[in-house]
Nanobody
Framework: QVQLVESGGALVQPGGSLRLSCASS????????VAWVRQAPGKEREGVSC????????YYSDAVKGRFTISRNSVESTVDLEMNDLKAEDTGVYYC???????????????????WGPGTHVTVSS
């Protein structure tokens, strides 16, 4: 079973950028469909982005489309989330999950995936 760990969270000003990474111990993330979800303070987890195993298709929630980019780093064996033009509403704990799916579930169902990491904190504030 894959074990994932997220990194890269930080305090950043509105309009700034961050790059989060999701690394695995054990199996390479290349074999998994990997998703990012987030949980804002006092709110439920919501799906953010996903990259499919079978064809590398990428999906984004409407809230982050055009600002966030998910990618696989084959050298580091990570799945990264590049976040640009950050807003206060992007604040939260970001988690990655990996499953042996061929394709991503719908964005609304990403929170139902298993094998979550412990999360990394992102705070967008001036």
């Amino acid at each position: 079973q894959v074990q994932l760990v997220e990194s890269g969270g930080a305090l950043v000003q509105p309009g700034g950028s961050l790059r989060l990474s999701c690394a695995s111990s054990g199996f390479s993330t290349a074999y998994y469909t990997v998703a990012w979800v987030r949980q804002a303070p006092g709110k439920e987890r919501e799906g953010v982005s996903c990259v499919s195993h079978v064809d590398e298709s990428k999906y984004y929630s409407d809230a982050v489309k055009g600002r966030f980019t998910i990618s696989r780093n084959s050298v580091e064996s990570t799945v990264d989330l590049e976040m640009n033009d950050l807003k206060a509403e992007d604040t939260g704990v970001y988690y990655c999950a990996g499953e042996l799916f061929d394709r991503c579930p719908p964005i609304s169902s990403l929170t139902l995936m298993n094998n979550w990491g412990p999360g990394t904190h992102v705070t967008v504030s001036s």
